[in-house]
């Protein structure tokens, strides 16, 4: 049976056609205790949820469906080391990255040992690099660290980073690469002593087309700068599954971190692919952030469904998803320092959960995962938020700020919030009619003026948003933040039936760039291609 | 008569209905002049549409739909300076700001010679910073300039700064701030000497208050760090159309820049708006800018509607909203330097379309803008494009790249381009069964396995997509560039008839602001709040 067959959908399709012409106006008007009802707390951390199309009778149904679908069943599978991940036949287990002690899944099957003892050797080299005893060119201490990575060995520890960037290493230099395009690296390498750089090269497979070539030149401009005196083992560190070829590279086999096949790249921050991220803020943070998700690991595996953070979140989004039709969900930050959070978001939700075959191979019979976009609110007021308040479009918003600021200055901390909190408030509540035509009146406008403008200046409301309010960015609560949204996009999947943590549709792309290369300069070659690329390469080829 | 009751709109829903079992393999196997006849050149520019799910005679009916909605018509009203923005009486003319001679829009209403003007004013000042002649604290000269400004007054000259840093001014360092989240401001003013920096102000009321605490923090910063030597002339520029605010503010009169009510902010780049950035590029290179824009707006004025290159990308995004049903539009440079074009579009597009009401006011029967949303295209593919390839939603691509690199390294560029044009490809036409079915039994899989992975390694394609290819990014493509998505904006606002020039929806966020701020500190001023700002005021508070 598919979850679209089950009573508890069907039940909740009649519920939304009950509430449809609702609107949050009259909700909240109607439930005093509607805050308390629909928002929870975690850690430091504030959910509030009351701004969605929802009252507590679409909650119980929600957790209700969640029961059905066999999250908790589900989860506990995860934890236990079952291969879930079945169309690439592995275990999930990033949740073991984070945790203090084994034996973990299980005293047969554990992994452990392993996590603790590549902690513990990342710990000591980050260590001893941001000490300045982290060897360089002819003994100068390494300064600048350049994580080479693309997708999740690049968007996790860079978002982190930036998130955390107040308590950064005040004298290193911390850099991601991740594009193929040599203006990213180029400049960058224009700016660095490459005596005093060393590059951690991240790629499970080290095969990954744009690691390696950004590698290579990395490795180049040290041998054309360095000449002979170059030692690569002062220069290069790496993080694969595949160590051997990282040593085929020029990496010293004691600067090989590994990684595993039960962690999928998009999880994969609380592992050696965040060797950049501790180096930059330093073993004992890295570990708090641990912490700070192997608390919500808890959580997600203890508390009841009804007042469990990431199944709350979750539900909310199956919710807008598939009830209310939305497409997308946007994301948006009120806080400079997290302002790669929805890059980050965009991979670990539409790569785990952008799918539309079922975990046993069936079409999906309803939509999945929505389009996750988003920039930073306070800049998205005055760019798209026209859009949200006036276009017409359902667009569910997560709305994410620290109380507490990071870099405080004085006055800006308030203006900030009180703009976070107004939106929401306005995209919920609207201005009607009647509200328009007396603020225009004030403005002793005339009864023609009046009439003409007051379309324009009406706003609907009724778009749905949840805010999530943390005490600050630190390190735990960060942590608990990003394990809160995996767990989240967990349950989706869980109750969608989908597998969360393959990513086939990565493929075909890669193989046809591979047969499209050659034909750049080999127009024989070309002539075997679609006709539109033929014509794109056509131009390209001219201007190159 | 609205255009959705027009015949044209009715024919193109029965076409659509025609052509929808028919997958762009079919189209492209059917048709073997697709490219030819479902492509454009202009300038350094090639639009490749034919990987859209549209035939001639789709282009020929929308087309037609452009000619009922009267576009040119609409066009040539904006050209001649009719006030087209009539939600706010007011002329749109942005156009004028990359005129190279008046008088425009007419002898009797001639806004060229305060243009010119204004022009030379920047070039001079920009050319003597450059030179480093402007003077900062005690003498020394200006190095770092600082553009405070958001949304229009931000995003525009970012965007392109960041297109062309290739050919910056290599001891200048331009910065953008627009967040009122302290934690922008802040981490760069530790970078920065006080005494050689100088901060351009710029907003049309002068009033905008993020820019406005923003500008007070960095006259605090100045005056604690250069005391009473603080020499407010040496240290400001301002663009506004209220000059008298700037000077009260401490701008000297002949560094305030005027900008005019006939120019929308998101269209403001042309103008004084754009300084920050001419004093990166030069007046030379700001000049090339302004003259692509300008053969860009001679073509859209021009050119027939089926060879019209913004009419022509119009209609395809009207094709993909209102006929297709897709809700969002992707926008994915091949292109480190246009890692902010998204963002950019996403005001042009979303501000400007967003909305619900026509412009005589009456409530929309279609959709209009979409979401526009992206990522520098080569990350995505490691991030979101599962969803793309997989996800079983409509998402429109634009796929933009420039076949010469900015930055050149060997073998970047052109397994770049591979990935950008394989993309494309592999979203259009897929991979099915038969194909991976063939492709697993190369693998030697059991019968079993290859039907347990089967379902997941297929790929509908049919995923419809567009392709700009320039020949580099110079100040003149890039002009022209910005310019064709003004004018794509213009076409469809026209075909939906709203008005694309005026913003209302970003009022009430505004004005909610104002009445949340004060509450903040005082909890009797909170109760006056609905309970979910209450709640979320209450957890703020105790963490501040």
């Not at 592995?90 to 992994?111: C, E, M, N, T």
């Not at 995209?427 to 403008?453: P, W």
């Not at 960015?473 to 039936?497: C, D, M």
């Amino acid at each position: 049976m598919t979850i679209t067959s089950s009573p508890s959908w069907a039940a909740l399709g009649t519920h939304q056609k009950a509430l449809a012409a609702t609107h949050l106006r009259e909700l909240f008007a109607r439930e005093p205790n509607r805050v308390e009802s629909l928002s929870l707390s975690f850690g430091g951390m504030f959910y509030d949820f009351s701004k969605q199309r929802v009252t507590a009778e679409t909650l119980r149904l929600l957790t209700e469906l969640a029961r059905v679908a066999g999250v908790q069943e589900r989860a506990e599978r995860m934890f236990s080391g079952e291969r879930i991940n079945v169309s690439e036949d592995r275990s999930v287990l990033h949740v073991a990255l984070r945790r203090s002690a084994g034996p973990f899944p299980s005293s047969q099957f554990d992994v452990m040992p392993d996590v603790i003892k590549t902690r513990l050797r990342m710990a000591e080299f980050a260590e001893r690099l941001r000490a300045g005893k982290c060897i360089g060119h002819k003994g100068m201490p390494i300064r600048d660290v350049v994580n080479i990575g693309i997708g999740g060995s690049d968007l996790g520890p860079k978002m982190m980073g930036q998130a955390l960037r107040s308590i950064s290493h005040p004298a290193l230099g911390v850099h991601y690469i991740s594009n193929l395009d040599g203006a990213q690296l180029a400049p960058l390498l224009q700016t660095l002593d490459p005596r005093t750089t060393l590059f951690v090269i991240v790629s499970k497979t080290f095969t990954t087309q744009e690691t390696m070539i950004n590698a290579n030149t990395a490795r180049n401009w040290l041998r054309a700068n360095l000449g002979d005196d170059l030692v690569s083992e002062n220069h290069f560190a790496a993080v694969s599954s595949r160590p051997e070829r990282a040593v085929e590279f020029g990496v010293s086999g004691d600067l090989v971190f590994p990684i595993w096949d039960w962690v999928g790249g998009r999880y994969s921050l609380w592992s050696a692919v965040g060797l950049a991220l501790m180096i930059a803020i330093g073993p004992h943070a890295f570990d708090e952030m641990l912490r700070g998700a192997e608390r919500m690991d808890e959580h997600f595996r203890t508390a009841p469904l009804e007042r469990n953070l990431p199944v709350v979140m979750a539900l909310i989004g199956i919710w807008n998803t598939n009830f209310l039709g939305a497409s997308t969900n946007s994301v948006l930050p009120y806080n400079e320092s997290l302002k790669y959070f929805p890059s980050f978001l965009q991979q670990l939700e539409m790569e785990s959960n952008g799918k539309s075959v079922s975990i046993g191979g069936e079409a999906m019979d309803c939509a999945t995962c929505p389009i996750v976009w988003g920039e930073l609110g306070n800049n998205g007021q005055h760019a798209f938020f026209q859009l949200l308040h006036q276009g017409g479009r359902i667009v569910p918003c997560d709305f994410i700020a620290a109380a507490r600021s990071d870099f405080p200055l004085p006055e800006h901390q308030e203006a900030l919030l009180s703009n976070c909190f107004a939106q929401s408030a306005a995209l919920a509540f609207g201005k009607n009619k009647d509200e328009v035509r007396a603020d225009l009146e004030n403005e002793s406008m005339s009864a023609q003026e009046i009439a003409d403008l007051l379309p324009h200046r009406v706003f609907a409301g009724n778009q749905p948003s949840s805010t999530l309010l943390m005490s600050s960015l630190n390190p735990g609560a960060l942590g608990s933040l990003v394990a809160l949204y995996e767990h989240k996009v967990f349950v989706q999947g869980a109750i969608w039936g989908i597998n969360s943590f393959d990513q086939w549709g990565v493929e075909l792309g890669k193989a046809v760039a591979n047969r499209i290369l050659p034909a750049i300069r080999d127009q024989e070659l070309a002539k075997l291609l679609d006709a539109s690329t033929q014509g794109l390469l056509s131009f390209a080829r001219k201007h190159l």
